[in-house]
C-alpha cells in the first residue's frame, strides 16, 4: 500500500514563528503536492514539485516556500506564521503515468497559529 | 481554466436511501475525472475514477460515469450506510497528473 505521512497531526505555533511541515511518501512518486483546506474552500493547492528540487506555484503560494531535496520528502515552510495560516494541511503525491494517475493523500496536520 | 462544480451540502439521508451527488467540470482536453471521500479526521482516499468519456468507475457500491456530452460526473449509490457519512470530494486532472482542481466538498450524514 502506498503510504504518505505526515509530520504532525496538530501543531500550534504564535504568530511570527517558522514552522516547518513535513511529507514523507513510500511509493518513489515523482510528483508531490501541498494543499490547504479551509471550510466552504475546499482544498486549495500551494505547490507542488515534480521532481528533486523542482516546485511549481500552486493557486495560493503567498506566504509559503518548500522545499525537495529528497525525492521521498517535500516541506512546507511558513517563514512568519500568520492567524490567517490556521488551516489544515493535505501532503499528496503520484507518479506521472500516462493517461493517468492518482493523488495518495496523507493523514493532514491541524495548525493552529495564535 | 479548469474548474468543478459540486452541490452544496450538507446532505442528510436515512440509511438505505438512494445517493446522489453531483459533479460538473469544465475544462479543456480530455481529464481524468475523480471522486474522492474523506472520513472524520482523516486524509483524503480515492474512492473511484474515471479516464475517459462513456467510462464508468465504481467501488464499495459507489458509481460514476464520465459524461463529456454534459460534462458532468455525478456519483451514485443505492442503499446508504451510516459508515458512508463523509465529506465527498469531486476533481478532475491533466492526463500528467500535475493539474489537480477539487471541487469544494459535499458533507453526507447519514443517519440510523
Known amino acids: 500500500d502506498v503510504k504518505v505521512t505526515q509530520s504532525s497531526r496538530y501543531l500550534v505555533k504564535r504568530t511570527g514563528e517558522k514552522v516547518f511541515l513535513e511529507c514523507v511518501q513510500d511509493m518513489d512518486h515523482e510528483n508531490m503536492f501541498w494543499y490547504r483546506q479551509d471550510p466552504g474552500l475546499g482544498l486549495r493547492l500551494i505547490y507542488f514539485?515534480?521532481?528533486?528540487?523542482?516546485?511549481e506555484k500552486g493557486d495560493i503560494p503567498e506566504g509559503y516556500s518548500v522545499s525537495r531535496e529528497k525525492k521521498e520528502r517535500f516541506s512546507l515552510i511558513l517563514e512568519s506564521a500568520s492567524t490567517n495560516q490556521t488551516s489544515m494541511y493535505l501532503c499528496?503525491?503520484?507518479?506521472?503515468?500516462?493517461?493517468?494517475?492518482?493523488?495518495?493523500f496523507g493523514p493532514g496536520t491541524r495548525l493552529t497559529v495564535l | 481554466g479548469n474548474s468543478v462544480t459540486q452541490m452544496e451540502g450538507p446532505v442528510t439521508l436515512s440509511e438505505e436511501a438512494f445517493l446522489t451527488i453531483n459533479c460538473t467540470y469544465t475544462?479543456?482536453?480530455?481529464?481524468?475525472l475523480f471522486w474522492y471521500v474523506q472520513y472524520p479526521g482523516e486524509g483524503l482516499q480515492l474512492l473511484l475514477k474515471a479516464t475517459k468519456a462513456d467510462d464508468k468507475g465504481s467501488n464499495k457500491g459507489f458509481e460514476a460515469t464520465y459524461r463529456k456530452e454534459t460534462t458532468s460526473f455525478h456519483l451514485e449509490k443505492g442503499s446508504v450506510q451510516v459508515s458512508d457519512s463523509a465529506v465527498y470530494f469531486c476533481?478532475?486532472?491533466?492526463?500528467?497528473?500535475?493539474?489537480?482542481?477539487f471541487g469544494p466538498g459535499t458533507r453526507l450524514s447519514v443517519l440510523p
Open positions: 499528496a503525491s503520484s507518479f506521472v503515468r500516462e493517461p493517468t494517475d492518482t493523488q495518495y
Open positions: 514539485s515534480y521532481d528533486v528540487k523542482m516546485k
Open positions: 476533481a478532475l486532472s491533466d492526463p500528467r497528473g500535475q493539474n489537480f482542481v
Open positions: 475544462a479543456t482536453g480530455y481529464p481524468s
